[in-house]
């Protein structure tokens, strides 16, 4: 996702107080503030299960668990446990907005693919990514 469609910015990650030269990374945390996304598929469960199961199968990882929540009268709330990485995601329908979060630490999920095929699904018009590295 690392194009024009996208504010892209990249950070490590350390521990506060950390001097050293070399931070072990053990993952990636991709962080997506989605802006002027298609407000009905923001409000849609099936539709967001959909993609999230399609993005995580789609990489060829099991899904190991999951949980959703719908808000009253609008949005929701939810994350895919997969091996190796979780998709989390909070929907604001009324602003078109979407929180994403995307975290891994295995080597066949790449989560710069899924949040670009998320962005699209979602037909996010002014998409937001920070891409974390984890570790030490």
Known sequence: MRNNDARYIM????TPGY???HVGTLGKHFLLDLKDCNAHLLNDMDFIK???YSVATGAGTPVIGESFH???PQGLSGVVLITGAHLCIHTWP???YAAIDIFTYGDPFQPDDVAGTI???LECKNPAIVE???GF
């Open 94 to 96: 009324e602003y078109g």
């Open 70 to 72: 719908r808000f009253e």
């Open 132 to 134: 974390l590295k984890r």
């Open 19 to 21: 001097t050293g030269n």
């Open 50 to 52: 959909n993609v999230l």
């Open 11 to 14: 950070a490590w990650c350390t």
């Open 119 to 121: 962005v699209e699904k």
